[in-house]
């Protein structure tokens, strides 16, 4: 990776941060979360087991029968 400063005069320290947050941003992403499976597909989802998610709520309204 090669710096360069095209205006002023920085300090150590700022080069530093600069080089810090450069290092950060390029560091490795984290790997992608597997594919959600279809609830069309998914069994547990025929036998009423309950999923953690974001309409965990409402799905645990509709399993009591109400």
Same mark, same amino acid.
């Given at each position: 990776?090669?710096? &360069?400063?095209? &205006? #002023?005069a920085p300090d150590e320290a700022e080069l530093a941060a600069l080089v810090a947050v450069l290092a950060a941003r390029s560091a490795t992403a984290p790997p992608p979360a597997p594919p959600a499976v279809p609830t069309w597909r998914d069994p547990a989802a &025929? %036998? #009423?087991? %309950?999923r953690p998610g974001p309409r965990a709520w409402w799905t645990s309204r509709l399993s009591t029968g109400r």
């Open positions: 990776m090669n710096i &360069r400063v095209v &205006r #002023g &025929r %036998l #009423g087991v %309950l």
